[in-house]
């Protein structure tokens, strides 16, 4: 089993959640998180004042797959993700030792 | 067997004496499942406890002396709830202490076996007063002490001693106490998850808010119960039944949680909200789920009891302080309002309620001088106010000074406190009537922790907050009135069953009407309900370096007004909702679509309705010819670049990128007159312009003009208007092998640069240089457009010269995206919307610098 964590933009969420259940993953955690990378933070000069916002918004999604599965899962938040811009965010994979259902007591690949 | 069962024990016959072999909880559950509830199923309860124990208690104990069982508390009130605890007290004489043991072995042990939690006191009547000094709680249990069986003697003197504590002063101690008490229990269960899920014995309005108000009643002014308040004029009748209902309603509906929690629970977490809901028979309808309806009946009774006790206590704080000498001061201010000084406190009231009834805007006027002294309105007043609402109802809402005044409060209110008592006294559901249904609704999900009429509020507060705050975007918004009023009643369709932005907006125009709002003002207020979610909405959901995206929310909101009114409403919303609906995160999204909104408003023409309308007509034009893939295809081409040609020619662009799989660049020349254009349609890369401007040059074609477009989909398309920079005619040039050429040179396969320089040798001095030539200028802009940066190169025209700033913007990896290729006179102006090979705006001054730097120095050296 692994772990996914795929940094993305923020209204690139439904797009990705949409393509993760075409392909029959329906589960998954998803924070607000702030990023800082070769993307620059937005500024805006108005009116003679300059805005400067340090960080960028961006989703962060945690999915726990079975381990065949990595291949397409990430090629589909991939696909679904991208915009060609900077920006784009990054995809993750991290092994995982075990998952449990708490309210069956179920583990491993029954309990994803 | 012993079969002789004290009187008073509530027997049913035989099916007492069946039940009577099970213990008491467990009879309980089955008379329950019969469909006993509410009061009853704790009066029987009670009773089925009293027999199992006073049958333990005569087993053991066979005289009455020395020793007797007290119920006190909850139990002694005979308010056994399902899995309530039992709280005991064995009194007993100190002679009689030997037997002791024995008793509560005989009595606690069974009770204990049963899996009841026992509260299991031992002691004698000395020790108990003794105790009550320092235990405040163990005090108040006693207050509902009742005798069970045994010495009743011994229980009289215990009261007698109870009744001594009290009368000697320790009257106003036990109610201060109590109201310390209430005050921190009510911080300990105000927190924004109970809310949600509320503790229906220890939250605000709870049953516990209700007893203690039982309890001082019983004390300080000797009720012994609820219809005793109403009796003796503590409660008028109209609050004496709202009260008891409350009370019967929240019996019912803790008897319901602690049998679906299967334990001593009183908190209402979700899933039990779901299943009590279906039990009590509420289904979905009209809009509402069933869990919603119940949690509204659950929030209207928790409310009547916190505003009943809120007043009681009030009155209790007055009562005292006058027995302690320090009593509240009255001050008549202007005709009809009293000021009243109560320690450090200090309220706002109506001289008397006669007053209210002969000029019903009096009503208003107080709760606007309360607001804008942020200072509460006094017990009494609220509570006349309260009585006589329904009746003042029409009078106020055809008042012209009640409007007025209500404004007032809008623009003062920067505390819950006023608005919350005019909704409280009934008073803001008589004037807005829209607002009625909303009355302790609270919706079900985890977003919202308030109830609706309370976020409502909540919002109107935050905007006046923030109104302070945002100083700058505030003063840009010209009938604050209008935002304030939309801030209160943004939510007024909830729960009618979706669509609720929509629904409101049109809700509100009824409201605004008599408001006496201009027509204007009204659609304003229309708008900003309709559209209150929309600025979130984008700035979290969407695109925003999407510059279409941009324009078409700039021509929603159409004005800088609009715009910073509906940034200051969607703030407020989202801080009202609850801990989890505004951060920094969504600040920042929010507040870059406001400035981008903002910095397009600026230029009125991309609002023109006439650029909307052409915008229009184009799409549809072109739809029409294009047929089912019309909306995809339409999705990249942008706006300008949609006006700047006829439906034909946008047709012929599209036709010229489908054969790019096989062309690789399509290359169209035309001799139009006196002016020869060429339509080049290829693949977008770093360095186009500059190769085909190279290319040109090659073939001694001067580009006079040019428009430059890249779709959104990364396809350039670019109409150039060319002259030969000799005498040439249209045949003469051979297109083909230009064509060819534009082809390698695209593919990275032609070497422009030696070419040229052979080609600018051979041709030679272009003429003397004019006497008063201007210097070459780069302007680099970042402040004109939110998305691209924008550089604007004036110089002497020169065959070479495009060809050589395009080239450095190339070297600098800067990409192209529109550009306006022209000149005025002799000068040339090369205006290049850019961005840099990441995709962002190249504002980092040192590149800048280097930029315009090479810049200057690519027009320069085409001055020969």
Known sequence: MKKIEAVIKPFKLDDVKEALSDIGVTGMTVSEVKGHGRQKGHKEIYRGAEYVVDFIPKVKLEIIVAAEMVEQVVDTICKAANTGKIGDGKIFVLPVDDVIRVRTGERGKEAI | ?864
Not at chain 2, 36 to 65: A, N, P, T, W, Y
Not at chain 2, 142 to 153: E, K, Q, T, V
Not at chain 2, 189 to 215: C, V
Not at chain 2, 626 to 640: H, K, M, Q, R, T
Request: net charge negative; aromatic share 8%; hydrophobic share 40%.
């Open chain 2, 1 to 864: 067997m012993n079969t002789v069962t004290k009187p008073g024990s509530g027997g049913q016959g035989s099916e007492h004496e069946i039940l009577k072999y099970l213990t008491p909880r467990e009879a309980l559950s089955t008379l329950w499942k019969k469909g006993l509830k509410g009061k009853e199923l704790l009066e029987q309860h009670s009773s089925l406890m009293d027999s199992f124990i006073r049958q333990r208690f005569l087993d053991v104990q066979g005289q009455d002396h020395g020793a007797a069982l007290v119920a006190l508390g909850g139990y002694g009130r005979r308010e056994l709830f399902p899995f309530s605890d039992v709280d005991l007290l064995l009194l007993y004489h100190p002679d009689a202490s030997y037997r002791l043991e024995q008793i509560s072995d005989a009595v606690f042990y069974p009770l204990w076996d049963a899996g009841l939690e026992v509260g299991h006191g031992v002691r004698t009547v000395e020790q108990c007063i003794h105790d009550i000094e320092k235990d405040f709680f163990f005090l108040v249990s006693l207050i509902d002490a009742r005798f069970l069986c045994g010495d009743h003697a011994l229980f009289q003197e215990l009261n007698g001693r109870l009744a001594d504590f009290f009368s000697h002063g320790a009257r106003s101690r036990f109610a201060r106490d109590m109201m310390a008490h209430r005050e921190e229990r009510h911080s300990r269960f105000g927190d924004h998850t109970y809310l949600l899920e509320p503790n229906i014995k220890e939250s605000r309005g709870g049953l516990r808010d209700l007893q203690a108000m039982e309890w001082t009643g019983k004390v300080l002014f000797g009720l012994k119960s609820l219809n005793e308040f109403e009796s003796s004029g503590m409660l008028t009748s109209r609050e004496y039944e709202g009260l008891q209902d409350a009370k019967d309603h929240l019996f019912v509906v803790r008897n319901r949680l602690h049998y679906a929690s299967n334990r001593h629970n009183d908190r209402l977490f979700f899933e039990y909200q779901e299943e009590i809901a279906k039990a009590l028979h509420l289904y979905d309808s009209s809009g509402l789920m069933g869990v919603e309806r119940f949690m509204k009946g659950v929030h209207q009774s928790l409310k009547t009891i916190s505003i009943a006790s809120d007043i009681f206590f009030e009155h209790v704080n007055e009562v005292i302080s006058r027995t302690e000498g320090r009593g509240s001061q009255v001050q008549e201010l202007s005709s009809g309002l009293v000021e009243v000084q109560l320690g450090d406190r200090k309220f706002l009231g109506l001289r008397d309620r006669d007053l209210a009834i002969q000029r019903p805007w009096m009503v208003f006027r107080l709760f606007a001088e309360a607001a804008k002294q942020d200072i509460p309105v006094h017990f009494g007043t609220r509570r006349q106010i309260a009585e006589i609402a329904q009746e003042l109802k029409e009078r106020w809402i055809s008042s012209r000074r009640c409007y007025r005044y209500f404004l007032e409060v809008l623009e003062c209110s920067r505390s819950i406190q006023v608005l919350e008592q005019m909704l409280d006294c009934g008073v803001l559901t008589a004037f807005l009537p829209e607002m009625e249904h909303l009355h302790h609704l609270a919706l079900h999900d985890i977003y919202h922790v308030y109830t609706v009429d309370m976020h409502l509020i909540n919002t109107l507060v935050q905007l006046n907050i923030l109104m302070d705050e945002m100083k700058d975007v505030s003063m840009g918004v010209d009938v604050p009135a209008v935002l304030r009023l939309s801030a209160l009643l943004h939510d007024v369709a909830k729960g009618t069953g979706g669509g609720h932005a929509e629904k409101g907006a049109e809700v509100v125009k009824g409201v605004g009407e008599r408001f006496g709002f201009t027509e204007a003002e009204i659609d304003c207020l229309s708008f900003l309900v309709r559209y209150h979610l929309h600025m979130m909405d984008l700035a979290t959901r969407r695109d925003l370096e999407d510059e279409g995206l941009i324009i078409r929310f700039a021509r929603t909101v159409r004005s800088m007004d609009k715009l910073n009114m509906l940034y200051l409403l969607s703030i407020a919303d989202a801080r009202a909702t609850g801990p989890n609906a505004w951060n920094q995160w969504k600040g920042a999204l929010l507040q870059e679509l406001y400035l981008k909104t903002a910095h397009l408003l600026e230029q009125p023409e991309m609002i023109d309705p006439d650029r909307e309308a052409a915008v229009r007509w184009m799409r549809q034009k072109v739809a029409d010819r294009l047929g089912e893939e019309a909306e995809a295809i339409l999705s990249v081409l942008p706006e300008d670049y949609l006006l700047s040609f006829s439906p034909d020619a946008v047709l012929e662009h599209l036709e010229c990128v489908e054969q790019l799989p096989s062309q690789q660049v399509v290359c169209r020349p035309e001799e139009k007159g006196e002016s020869w254009s060429v339509l080049i349609v290829t693949k977008d890369r770093t360095g186009l312009l500059s190769k085909i401007c190279g290319v040109f040059a090659l073939y001694g074609l001067n580009i006079l003009q040019a428009n430059i477009f890249t779709l959104k989909n990364g396809i350039a398309v670019d109409m150039l208007d060319v002259s030969p920079m000799q005498e040439l005619s249209f045949s003469d040039i051979d297109w083909e092998r230009l064509c060819a050429d534009l082809r390698l040179a695209v593919t990275d396969r032609l070497g422009l640069s030696h070419r040229l320089a052979a080609r600018f040798r051979s041709i030679g001095v272009q003429g003397s240089k004019p006497l008063s030539v201007k210097r070459p200028r780069v302007v680099i802009d970042n402040s004109t457009s939110s998305f691209f940066t924008i550089i604007e190169i004036y110089a002497p025209d020169s065959p070479c010269l495009l060809y050589s700033v395009t080239k450095t913007l190339a070297d600098f990896g800067i990409n192209i995206y529109k550009a306006k290729i022209g000149s005025s006179g002799d000068q040339a102006v090369d205006v290049f919307y850019v961005l840099d090979h990441l995709g962002q705006r190249i504002d980092d001054p040192e590149i800048e610098q280097e930029l315009e730097q090479a810049l200057l120095y690519a027009s320069e050296i085409c001055l020969i």
